[in-house]
Structures are given as structure tokens and as C-alpha cells.
């Protein structure tokens, strides 16, 4: 980035900036109180403070060029702001920036039933998309616990995952076109919804996990699938963490799965605890599975249960339980889905980390021995998509320890479980981008040739570096 981090920092902001964003929005959608800077300037994550100058709610796209070219023309830096529901602080505004949220960009703009597309504002979020794909008798299956909060153009600038990464991929996958008004102001329709376009470079893929720092992706095409029939869902209790992937591959050799998901017995403690969802059979086991599956074939539930008895006899698993309507199998969902609301209140210190599914039992062991050895006195949650390698280490704060103290003893081991995401060829970062908390440990994933190439591109579509800066870099 061109600028310094500190060069946007905290600026008072001239009266005429705040008469000309009023005559581009609207006088009512510019706010400056304590209460809209504080709640639109932060996200999920717990590390920085927000301080934002001014929020702003733009209604189309028309009214986001406005704002970025006023934010260049007077050197003050943006936030998009979405759902906030990141756990990177990539939308956290803590040095006066100004933050353009979609707030007000949640309408359906058209539906093409032929091309199973739907072109939408990037402010709708997840779960009305995903109503919106069923009333039309299709599906889109990104989805994930914050789905009912998050935004389309959040999820694209984290190319957010979730639970159906395993059979529907990345929210990359999903994404047909895209309308963006570039960090210079200039707006951008890529793509325009085709799946057949070999024109040279594909510029909607570059704004894809960008977190915003090239600019605001302001309309989607989204792609919709057919909807899934008569899903069945598995939760079985696993003796230890080496039989998951057994049990991953026995699946998968006869199945065709939609999700493979697991989580150890701490959170399911925390989940029955706060929520009184009982237990999915009587035996607490030290890990376990929940996959899904379409069972809309008696023979492929047949071929469920032959599965789930191979393993049993393996001695792979201890215990499982299998739903029979849609009502059981949302309850099973939710000793997965609830992990992260439940363990909130203990202000958990969260890694999202990635590597191939084959390095996953060795890097297991490695972490596992790292956490016991530095964290001996420390709860530990885990859980995540093994399916796609994909896992979460939460580390929960003791109630003796302030939320600095606990960050700054979680920091100290980041080194040794970043340089073995690094031996392993893995991602710092699987779903949750990298924003603010771990730009510092880009390079164990990117090495620095190409952090040198993201730096160019992000020089070209964003020369002033007003694009929520001090994010990625």
C-alpha cells in the first residue's frame, strides 16, 4: 500500500466532507453519534477498538462512487461495512475512517430462472438468499452459524466457506458477476453473470477474498442449485482424533456427502450447558462426527448403516445416532451450528486454520502438542470442517486473566502454530480472512515474491490506499 498505516489515522473531518456526503446519500444517512460509530465501526473480534469519523448508508451503487471519490478527493481512508460478523477485525474502523455500510443495498434486482441467477445488492444477507433460492424451489448452499447476520459482500470479501464445503465449495463458486466501484471510484461490471467468458483476465476473482481493499463490491449474480432432498444427518462419538479420517474416507467411499464436520467433548459441553439440547446418545466421547448426507434412496440409507456398523467394528466409533425427520436433524445440527455463540461469553482467542486433508492427522498431533505444552491450565475447543481440512482452535480466556493479558499469552504461541501451518503448506487464515489480526502472519502462507505482487495489484485499483487500509498488509 502506498501510504503509511498511520498517515489516515484519526482525522477531524471538514464540514464541507460531511455537507457533500450528506448531498450523496442523504443528510439522514450520514451519521456522526457515539452509538452508530461504535456499533457500525466493529465486527465480532475482540481485539481493537472502533473509532470511525463518520457512517454512511449508501443505497445503490450510484451513491458508494460518490463516497469513495469524496474519500479520495479529501484523503480519508473507508471501512465497508457488512454484517460485521468477521472474526478478523477486516471490518473494524479504529483509525477514523469512514464507514460505508450496505445496510440500506438489500434488494432482489432480478431473477433468471433459466440461468438459475439471481442478481441481488451485496447488503442482502446470507439467510435471505438462501429463503429467497427456496422460494423459487432452488437452493444456495454457503452457509454457516452467521448466516442470519452476514452480508453477500462480506462473505465475497472473505470468500467465506462454512458447513457445505465438502460437496458445494467456496462462496467463490457462487459468484457469476459482480458490480464494483474500485478504490480509484471507477465502477466495474465483471463478468456480468455468463459462465462461459474467456476474454482475458477475470478481475471479479481478484476482488474475491480481498476484504475491501480494492474496493466495494455493490451487486452479485448469484448461481442457485437444485435443492437437496431428504437430507439424513450422522452424529457418531469418535475414541480419538486419528479415526476421523478413517471414518471420513469409509463415508466418503460410499457416499456422497454434504458435510463431515467435528468437534471435541468441551463443546459439546458448552452447547448442552447454555442451550439444554440433550446429549445425541448417553456415552461422552473425546471427540465427534456429524456428517450429512441426501437420503432420499433406501439403498443409500442402507449404505449408511453398513458404513456407520464397518466403523463400529473397527472400533472407530464408540456411538452414533442417525435423524429420522428434519426436526431431528436440525437439533444435531446445533451441536455443531451453536459452538461459536456458545463459547462467546469465555472471549475465546480464535485460529482458523487450513491444510490438506491428507496432512490433517499428523498436523492434529503437532498443534494438540504445542496447545498441551503451552496451554496446560487453558480450556481448549475445537471444532471445524474436517472435510475440507479445515479447523478451529479456540483457546478459552480463564476468568483470572484480563482480555490483554489472555491475548498477549495466546500471541506467544502463535509463532509455533503458524510455522506449523507453514510445514505443512496450510492457510493461516481457511475462511475467516486475514484483516487486522493476522496480518502480521501473512508470510507463513505467502511468501514474500507474491505478498510483493498483492501489494502491486492493490496499488492499481486503489492508488490513494483509501481502501480499508491496514488490512492483509
Request: glycine share 8%; aromatic share 10%; proline share 5%.
Amino acid at each position: 500500500m502506498n501510504a503509511p498505516q498511520n498517515s489516515l489515522t484519526t482525522p477531524i473531518l471538514p464540514p464541507e466532507l460531511i455537507t457533500r456526503l450528506q448531498q450523496a446519500v442523504g443528510e439522514a444517512r450520514v451519521h456522526l453519534d457515539s452509538d452508530t460509530l461504535k456499533n457500525w465501526g466493529k465486527d465480532w473480534t475482540k481485539h481493537f477498538e472502533p473509532n470511525p469519523s463518520v457512517v454512511v448508508f449508501p443505497a445503490n451503487t450510484f451513491e458508494v462512487q460518490a463516497v469513495v471519490k469524496l474519500a479520495n478527493e479529501f484523503g480519508i481512508a473507508i471501512t465497508p461495512s457488512g454484517g460485521r460478523t468477521g472474526l478478523s477485525a477486516g471490518a473494524v474502523a479504529a483509525n477514523g475512517e469512514i464507514v460505508v455500510s450496505l445496510d440500506r443495498m438489500n434488494k432482489v434486482i432480478d431473477f433468471m430462472p433459466a440461468d438459475r441467477m439471481v442478481r441481488i445488492q451485496a447488503g442482502v444477507v446470507t439467510e435471505q438468499l438462501q429463503q429467497f433460492a427456496e422460494e423459487q424451489g432452488l437452493y444456495y448452499p454457503v452457509d454457516f452459524a452467521s448466516a442470519g447476520s452476514s452480508q453477500i459482500g462480506g462473505n465475497i470479501g472473505t470468500n467465506a466457506g462454512g458447513i457445505k464445503v465438502i460437496k458445494y465449495g467456496m462462496t467463490r463458486q457462487w459468484v457469476l458477476g459482480m458490480t464494483v466501484v474500485t478504490g480509484k471510484g471507477d465502477i466495474l461490471r465483471l463478468n456480468k453473470g455468463m459462465i462461459k467468458n474467456a476474454t482475458g483476465y477475470d478481475l471479479r476473482h481478484l476482488m474475491i477474498g480481498a476484504e475491501g481493499t480494492l474496493g466495494i463490491v455493490c451487486e452479485v449474480d448469484i448461481k442457485l442449485e437444485r435443492q437437496p432432498q431428504d437430507l439424513r444427518v450422522l452424529v457418531l462419538g469418535v475414541p480419538e482424533f486419528a479415526a476421523v479420517m478413517h471414518i471420513l474416507q469409509a463415508f466418503q467411499n460410499r457416499l456422497d456427502l454434504t458435510a463431515f464436520e467435528f468437534f471435541n467433548e468441551l463443546a459439546i459441553q458448552k452447547v448442552i450447558a447454555h442451550t439444554g439440547i440433550p446429549r445425541p446418545f448417553e456415552s461422552p466421547c473425546p471427540f465427534y462426527v456429524l456428517l450429512e448426507f441426501e437420503g432420499k434412496f433406501e439403498a443409500v440409507v442402507d449404505d449408511a448403516m453398513q458404513t456407520f456398523e464397518h466403523c463400529m467394528e473397527q472400533g472407530w466409533v464408540i456411538d452414533g445416532v442417525m435423524s429420522q425427520n428434519q426436526t431431528q436433524a436440525a437439533t444435531l445440527w446445533r451441536l455443531r451450528e451453536d459452538i461459536s455463540e456458545m463459547i462467546a461469553p469465555f472471549t475465546p482467542y480464535k485460529n482458523d486454520i487450513s491444510v490438506l486433508i491428507t496432512h490433517v492427522p499428523a498436523f492434529i498431533a503437532d498443534i494438540d502438542a504445542i496447545v498441551t505444552e503451552f496451554y496446560p491450565d487453558f480450556e481448549i475447543c475445537w471444532f471445524g470442517h474436517i472435510g475440507d481440512g479445515n479447523l478451529h482452535l479456540n483457546i478459552l480466556k480463564p476468568a483470572n486473566l484480563t482480555k490483554d493479558e489472555f491475548f498477549e499469552k495466546c500471541k506467544v504461541v502463535n509463532k509455533h502454530v503458524f510455522e506449523t501451518v507453514q510445514k505443512y503448506d496450510g492457510s493461516i487464515s481457511a475462511e475467516h480472512g486475514v484483516g487486522m489480526t493476522k496480518k502480521d502472519y501473512l508470510h507463513y502462507t505467502r511468501d514474500e515474491v507474491e505478498i510483493e505482487y498483492l501489494r502491486e495489484i492493490k496499488k492499481v485499483f486503489d492508488p490513494k490506499g483509501i481502501m480499508n487500509p491496514g488490512k492483509i498488509f
